[in-house]
């Protein structure tokens, strides 16, 4: 098996002010782990820029360019009082887009098994015509469609197990019936859309879970309401918008899920993309924002993704993460 890297430095450089927790420290702790010997096989590349072209796959024009004139030579600005623009966040967020767009490149082209985009700032939140959340572009929503058009899939889907609901997701794929979009996450919490009854074309599965449940009640919301919905849809291709701040040391949630939750859903979607889709993973970097939670289940997350089953104990690189 192989997995692919993609990561950039102009993610370290996109910063919101000061004490924002979607940080740049976030960054260098996933680097930090995915340096260590453990990953040694991972096959690493730059993160290429994405493309307006790409951009425009899910945002309407207008919104892609007040995006790019919003971009600041120097200082920052806000967008909302979440989200806000440095010098090097419109080419981050390109970059971020093109993170994603080549990996689905590298897996559809069978370079690489699976890709994880080491990526920032997240982009879940993002809605076709609203910068939100910490999030100025789709990412994981342009890769869908970008894999739809480049090579002509019938149907992808997006898995999403970041603590806050992808709203931006559901609401670029609410009226396509060929893309799936199944959530868990804590409710109620930011942004508060992901209720159950929420399904558009009955494309959209929504498992909100409660403030300070745990591993077991995760793993039940995948095992009876996310995966038998992915089975029935059949799947060319599946993106995970990979947020870790489920985890239980998150500032920002309150889920109780540990390195463990997140190794077992990556081998179980490993398996549904077995069963489906020769194995066709990317993955995208959401949430995340205790450092040591972050970068440990960022481990288990691609040490999984490299070895399937075959890990070794996944207690490894949360060690190795250990701040
Ligand atoms: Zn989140």
């Keep these: 098996m192989s997995t692919l890297l993609l990561h950039h430095d102009v993610f370290t450089e996109h ?15 996933v680097e930090r782990i995915l340096s260590h010997p453990h ?29 790019e004139q919003s971009s600041p030579a120097d200082g920052l600005v806000s967008l909302d009082p979440d989200t806000w ?42 809605e076709q015509n609203r910068a939100m959340g910490f999030c100025l572009f789709g990412s994981v929503a342009i890769a869908a469609k970008y894999a739809r058009e480049a090579y002509d899939l019938d149907r992808v889907a997006v898995v999403d197990f970041d603590v806050h609901h992808g709203n931006g997701t559901q609401d670029i794929f609410w009226s396509d019936e060929d893309l799936f979009f199944g959530s868990t996450h ?28 745990g591993g077991d009640v995760f793993r039940d919301a995948m095992l009876s309401r996310i995966f ?33 939750d997140f190794a077992w859903v990556t081998l179980r979607l490993m398996d549904m993309a077995d069963k489906h889709c020769d194995g ?7 949430g995340g924002y205790d450092l040591s939670g972050l970068s440990g289940s960022v481990g288990v997350h691609v040490k999984s993704l490299m070895h399937g089953s075959g890990q070794r104990a996944a207690k490894d690189s949360v060690e190795a993460g250990d701040e």
């Design 280 to 286: 066709r993973i990317v993955s995208m970097l959401e």
């Design 15 to 29: 910063a919101p002010p000061e004490g924002h927790p979607e940080r740049p420290d976030r960054m260098r702790a």
């Design 228 to 260: 038998p919905s992915l089975d029935a849809f059949q799947p060319d291709l599946i993106l995970i918008s990979a947020g870790f701040d489920a985890h239980q040391r998150d500032p920002l949630g309150s889920l109780q899920l540990t390195e463990e």
């Design 85 to 126: 623009m440095n010098a090097s966040s419109l080419e981050a967020a390109y970059r971020a887009v093109g993170a994603g767009a080549r990996a689905v490149d590298a897996v559809m082209n069978l370079e690489v098994n699976n890709a994880f985009c080491a990526v920032r700032p997240p982009g879940h939140h993002a």
């Design 39 to 67: 990953f040694e096989e991972l096959r690493r590349e730059d993160a290429p820029m994405g493309t307006q072209e790409h951009a425009l796959l899910v945002h309407p024009e207008d919104y892609v360019h007040m995006i």
């Design 186 to 213: 804590q409710m109620p919490l930011f942004p508060g859309t992901g209720a159950v009854s929420e399904t558009g074309q009955g494309n959209i599965f929504n498992a909100p879970l409660s403030a300070g449940d």
